[in-house]
């Protein structure tokens, strides 16, 4: 929907109060520290189908968003859906109250999640959130073979020379 179809609607809100499917929804991702702290937050918008979005598509974006560091990086904790779904008759009411945590609800991992069609009004401020918690990353360490002895082996030169007075081979090795 172009701005010029918004801002049109809003001019007839009086007239306009019904719930529209939901075309597109803004993810965030916070990515929290071990002390506790988020220290990072991306978006992106998501495109719904059917009043969903695939449970695919979801661990596809996890699987995409895991933020690595040199030494650290994030492994997903938990998700939670900000869905305003009031009937066009709550509106005032809503309007008149301070902003309810009852439209935050948790996700399932494995599970589609369902976007129920809301009130125009409210398309901006639904989102999903993915939380990010930091872990230390395994310290890998190379193998080393064990045919080998000792890692890089020097290569050996031999060197040999002869004395002219006893006519004896005289051998000096040098590394």
Same mark, same amino acid.
């Given at each position: ?11 007839r ?12 929804? *803004?993810?965030?991702f ?11 937050? =991306? $978006?992106?918008?998501v495109c719904?189908?059917?009043?969903k979005? +695939?449970?695919e598509?979801?661990?596809k974006?996890?699987?995409?968003r895991? @933020?690595? *560091?040199? /030494?650290?990086k @994030?492994?997903?904790k938990d998700?939670?859906?900000f ?5 066009? $008759?709550?509106?005032q009411i @809503? +309007? ?5 945590i ?9 599970? $589609? ?11 901006d401020? /639904?989102?999903v ?15 080393? +073979?064990?045919l080998?002895?000792?890692?890089? *082996?020097?290569?050996?030169? *031999?060197?040999?020379?002869y004395?002219?007075h006893?006519?004896? =081979?005289?051998? /000096?090795? +040098?590394?």
């Open positions: 929907m172009s701005w010029i179809e918004e801002e049109e609607k809003l001019l809100i009086q007239n306009n109060y019904r719930r529209e499917p939901v075309d597109s929804i *803004k993810c965030f916070l990515y929290m520290n071990k002390n506790n702290y988020i220290e990072q937050i =991306t $978006d992106e918008m719904v189908q059917d009043g979005i +695939s449970k598509r979801v661990l974006l996890i699987q995409e895991r @933020y690595q *560091k040199t /030494n650290m @994030y492994v997903f998700a939670w859906m869905l305003v779904d009031l009937e066009p $008759d709550q509106i @809503y +309007s008149q109250m301070d902003v309810s009852r439209f935050l609800t948790p996700i399932p991992l494995l599970e $589609d999640i369902s976007v129920a069609p809301s009130i125009f009004i409210f398309h401020i /639904n989102a959130y993915f939380l990010f918690e930091e872990v230390e990353s395994e310290v890998r360490v190379t193998p080393k +073979s064990a080998k002895k000792g890692g890089i *082996k020097r290569h050996e030169t *031999k060197k040999v020379s004395s002219k006893f006519n004896k =081979t005289r051998k /000096n090795i +040098s590394v």
